[in-house]
């Protein structure tokens, strides 16, 4: 079978790999500790499901427009508005079957041959994928550790070139933890409006945060109208297998938006879009209580990976990811990775998973419990003493 060409420009998502042989050696016997994916180890609260399981019976079970039911798009602007302080309305949002699509959406309807991407790397891996796949150029914007892993804005604004479309920012951010300043983004803001670049701002980790609080570029004078929100329900109320994200974006991109829609998933659940209703109206304990949880086995991840020679991990201030320094082990972030599933039975991911500036890291999930993350640190010290 001959495959189109544009797929050789699309990449994938490794901690699904990782997962897939974790799995594997599960059923060969392996006990494995499961540090590599990105989903909260939490069940999605009981009035969310029932929620639910009550727009089922309620006959949401149709199809609907495609940029969202209009009460749901309304809610979710309402939240934006008042998280954010900024002005937006239901006809500025579009609901998707998951965050993913929005990256993939966007970059369709943006991004060509002869534009470029400003990206963070090490990033979400599909950020990059997507541009590819978009048949633009994709320019990294390195995340270095000796900056907790934020981009340099003057590096940036050398970056940019009358061919960049689109600059992507991630805060929290997935690998690192990082978390962008307020006069960071006003910096950034500052450029995008001085330079025309829009700006796609993934927030999809704005209320997993540990210090501070959260701040959106959309905030700074000209974003709204040259941003889009990435944001959903996977995280915040470990609703991941609902398939629940949503952009909200100038009124101009909502409609070639929503014909990306039509063509391709025609609409989202009808009966998901009404339990967010409920997850945003209803108790905030189990979402507060998560990443309550979530500050105790970072503080515990952390602290547990310090203490081994030859890591050195820095504090996140958001997400629920840790992203160590490995070299001092004498291993490559990749080999580390690969035996440590296979000698240890504890599965993560190696910083290349997410750009080439991810060497010599490794990404770790403390979704998972403080038990299970105490065992997997007591594995690590082993395989670290005995791999060289």
Not at 224 to 240: C, H, N, P, Q, V
Request: glycine share 10%; aromatic share 8%; with cysteine.
């Amino acid at each position: 079978m001959r495959l189109a060409r544009r797929m050789s420009r699309l990449g994938t998502e490794t901690a699904f790999e990782v997962l897939a042989r974790a799995r594997m050696l599960e059923a060969e016997g392996m006990d494995v500790v499961h540090l590599e994916i990105g989903e909260p180890d939490y069940d999605t609260p009981e009035n969310v499901v029932r929620a639910g399981v009550d727009a089922l019976g309620g006959g949401f079970t149709h199809y609907g427009p495609s940029p969202g039911l209009p009460d749901v798009r309304a809610r979710i602007a309402q939240e934006i508005a008042d998280t954010r302080g900024i002005s937006v309305s239901g006809d500025n949002v579009v609901v998707t079957p998951g965050g993913k699509p929005i990256m993939f959406f966007v970059l369709l309807a943006l991004a060509e041959h002869g534009d470029e991407v400003l990206y963070p790397n090490p990033g979400f891996p599909i950020y990059e994928s997507m541009i590819n796949f978009a048949g633009a150029e994709a320019v990294p914007m390195p995340l270095r550790e000796d900056r907790d892993f934020n981009v340099d804005v003057d590096e940036v604004a050398e970056q940019i070139t009358p061919a960049t479309k689109l600059m992507i920012i991630n805060s929290p951010n997935n690998p690192c933890g990082s978390v962008m300043g307020r006069e960071e983004l006003r910096a950034l803001a500052e450029l995008a409006v001085e330079r025309d670049v829009l700006v796609l701002a993934d927030e999809i980790y704005s209320r997993f945060l540990f210090e501070g609080e959260h701040h959106s570029i959309t905030a700074f004078p000209g974003m709204t109208e040259r941003t889009i929100i990435l944001d959903g329900f996977s995280k915040t109320y470990a609703m991941t297998g609902w398939r629940l994200g949503f952009g909200v974006m100038p009124l101009e991109l909502v409609e070639p938006i929503s014909r990306l829609i039509t063509n391709s998933v025609s609409c989202t659940a009808s009966f998901t879009q009404m339990a967010a209703i409920e997850a945003l109206d209803g108790p905030q304990d189990d979402a507060y209580g998560m990443v309550a949880e979530f500050k105790r086995r970072r503080d515990l991840i952390v602290n547990g990976l310090n203490a081994i020679p030859g890591i050195r991990c820095p504090m996140p201030k958001g997400a629920f990811y840790v992203f160590p320094n490995v070299e001092g082990t004498g291993l490559s972030s990749a080999e580390f990775a690969d035996r440590l599933l296979q000698e240890a039975g504890v599965a993560c991911l190696s910083g290349e998973s997410f750009g080439e500036y991810g060497k010599g890291h490794v990404r770790f999930s403390f979704a998972n419990s403080a038990e299970n993350i105490q065992k997997a640190l007591g594995r690590i010290a082993g395989f670290v003493v005995k791999a060289p």
